[in-house]
């Protein structure tokens, strides 16, 4: 039967291949970077590796991961692991660009090469955050919903009240489906492409 369970290392391929195939504003990143294996390493695989009893999976009743949610508990201390722990294993598949990003691919590598960039003061009082990824044919079906309620169980259960995320504001369905779950916008300065969102991780309602 499909179910959430927690993340396996043997689900590490899935979940990457899930990452790559919703990465291009919820869409595959595939056909627009020249290696997007840059996504999971900056969105996803850091979260099953460092925090792992905060990683869930979707598993579509045969042992294959189809969606995914992972999250840090405290973010600065994320971001102090990722850079002191996981980034110098991707780093010279995904080196950081010398300069101003070039292309597609080099921007995202300015991002794995910057977690700094997750220390942002206007979200402090929501410590967590998350990302959330599931293929298209497993979407609009309340697996979504239900991976934010084990991970919200699960924040709630080391004592996190509040968590939030970014997303880009131009994926409008996203943005639809994290509104239904009662997120709201926290406003930051100069946020550029991407929205912060934020919530308390209560269970998620019934809308």
């Not at 919820?26 to 695989?45: E, I, K, L």
């Amino acid at each position: 039967m499909t179910g959430i369970r927690p993340y396996r290392p043997g689900d590490r391929e899935a979940v990457e291949d899930i990452c790559v195939r919703t990465a291009h504003a919820g869409g595959d990143s595939r056909p627009h970077y020249a290696d997007p294996g840059v996504f999971p390493a900056a969105f996803a695989t850091p979260y099953a590796v460092l925090e792992p009893d905060l990683a869930f999976v979707l598993d579509d009743g045969r042992g294959r991961a189809v969606g995914y949610v992972v999250g840090a508990a405290d973010t600065p201390r994320f971001v102090a692991e990722y850079r002191a722990r996981w980034l110098p294993s991707v780093a010279a598949r995904y080196p950081e660009p010398s300069g101003p990003a070039a292309t597609p691919d080099e921007e995202i590598a300015l991002l794995l090469h910057t977690p700094e960039r997750m220390l942002v003061p206007e979200v402090a009082r929501y410590p967590a955050h998350l990302h959330i990824d599931l293929l298209p044919r497993w979407q609009r079906r309340g697996h979504g919903r239900a991976l934010m309620g084990t991970l919200f169980a699960a924040l709630r259960g080391r004592g996190v009240a509040a968590v939030h995320l970014t997303m880009l504001t131009a994926n409008t369905p996203a943005r639809a489906f994290y509104d239904r779950l009662g997120f709201h916008v926290v406003s930051v300065p100069d946020p550029g492409p991407v929205t912060f969102l934020g919530r308390a991780t209560d269970p998620p309602g019934g809308r």
